[in-house]
């Protein structure tokens, strides 16, 4: 079965860092692209990063590019989000995701992880 | 950026209803278009990609037709579980954005 279990949310200051992480298991996770999508309090999905399977390419949005880092360590089945320069209207869920290959090129993702709260607020 | 344009907004319906789901490009995706669904608190769930391909494990009443600019999701006979809130993707040219939502509702 596949699990995503993201982690590393909460509170920080406008202006601050924090790094989120996702725990993967049920599929092998070298062989997959993965992504972050974020959902603000009561609003619609935003797609934030996508990372290929090997690590070699990433993408952003222009919202985000800059301030955020994707990464991955397939030796311990882990992605990550580096998130630096918060500001308020990054306060969202974070969502990881796989995609169903190694491209994130033209592909959905299929499975999703519940999501971890990030505020930015002082 | 691609923009894409759901519509209805909102919708209500009844159990056992035939519903269908618009979504549009601001430009051409050819059939680089995904459709989730998402209940109340929870993660979104695959349901469409490639335009028409169910994804495994997805039950028949849900298919998805178009190309180009114009995709609709329909939903052949409503069942309770349902009732969610649907979004479209475009997976043509990052960011890969999604549509504002549809919030399917119990008539």
């Known amino acids: 079965e596949v699990q995503l279990l993201e982690s590393g949310g909460g509170l920080v200051q406008p202006g601050g860092s924090l790094r989120l992480s996702c725990a993967a298991s049920?599929?092998?996770?070298?062989?997959?692209?993965m992504t972050w999508v974020r959902q603000a309090p009561g609003k619609g999905l935003e797609w934030v990063s996508a990372?290929?399977?090997?690590?070699?390419?990433?993408y952003y949005p222009d919202s985000v590019k800059g301030r955020f880092t994707i990464s991955r360590d397939n030796s311990r089945n882990t992605l990550y989000l580096q998130m630096n320069s918060l500001r308020a209207d990054d306060t969202a869920v974070y969502f990881c995701?796989?995609?169903?290959?190694?491209?994130?090129?033209?592909?959905?993702?299929?499975?999703w992880g519940q999501g971890t709260l990030v505020t930015v607020s002082s | 950026d691609i923009q894409m344009t759901q519509s209805p907004s909102s919708l209500s319906a009844s159990v056992g209803d035939r519903v269908t789901i618009t979504c549009r490009a601001s430009?051409?995706?050819?059939?680089?278009l995904n459709w989730y669904h998402q209940r109340p608190g929870k993660a979104p769930k695959l349901l469409i990609y490639?335009?028409?391909s169910l994804q495994s494990g997805v039950p028949s009443r849900f298919s998805g037709s178009g190309s180009g600019t114009d995709f609709t999701l329909t939903i052949s006979s409503l069942q309770p579980e349902d009732f969610a809130t649907y979004y479209c993707?475009?997976?043509?040219?990052?960011?890969?954005?999604f549509g504002r939502g549809t919030k399917l509702e119990i008539k």
């Open positions: 990372i290929s399977a090997t690590g070699g390419t990433s």
């Open positions: 995701a796989k995609g169903p290959g190694r491209a994130v090129a033209g592909k959905e993702v299929d499975y």
């Open positions: 490639a335009a028409s």
């Open positions: 049920g599929f092998t996770f070298s062989s997959c692209a």
């Open positions: 993707q475009q997976s043509y040219s990052t960011p890969y954005t």
């Open positions: 430009q051409s995706i050819s059939s680089y």
